[in-house]
């Protein structure tokens, strides 16, 4: 059961030296960012939207690093309401292979220290990981006692089928009005080679304009927004 935590004080956790922490220890991976000026770039974009939303449960499903719920988890933070769930089931790719992670190391293997790099950045409290699949996770989701999804991050496995997966499940427990982001919308060598299917799978999205209203940021490894126009259920094409 996912208890939202209570109202906090309010706050602004972007500084300088918060900036460099999340560079060095979040390690940004095809997110646009800068080092050299302090730029997280997507992240910019992933705290912006939440500080605007004023969203009660953030879902994401995937990070190398923590990256994403790090920036995420910042705005949930400083709105001083609301709860992220970060589901991954810290696949190494020495241990499991190529078709299971790309670069994964198995990051979020002992949930003493995973609390422990989330609390580097304060959001520890706010975070709450689920060592599983993607698939496990929202097979699970009632049994969770998770309340519903208002944005949703997905950059777990990027093969089409495993992409659709996940934003169709999201979307299951989404109302009209909430948001879904795509990370990995620009990598053309993986998508050609199959080995990848996010681009694939946004092109169908960016069709069904009664449903969803998509922007791409085709920089460094891409990503794209989606609205959702519709209470469900939707029922894709193919």
Known sequence: MLTLPKQRPARFSLDPA????????AKPLGHHEDAGTL?????????GLVRTLRPKHVVVVGSGFGFSVVCLALGVLDNGVGAVSFVDPSYSLLRHG????????????EPAKVR?????FGVADVVTHFRETSAGFFAAYDAHGLPDIDVAFIDGNHSYEDVRHD??????RMKKGGYILLHDTNIYVRELVRHAGVKRWLKEIQHETEWFEAIDFPFSSGVAMVRVLRDGPWHPAN
């Open 116 to 120: 422990a790099h989330f609390d580097r």
């Open 18 to 25: 918060t900036l460099e922490e999340i560079l060095r220890h």
């Open 98 to 109: 190529p078709l299971h992670t790309v670069g994964g190391t198995s990051q979020w293997d």
């Open 167 to 172: 934003f169709i499940a999201a979307l299951g």
């Open 39 to 47: 730029n997280i770039g997507f992240g910019f974009l992933y705290y």
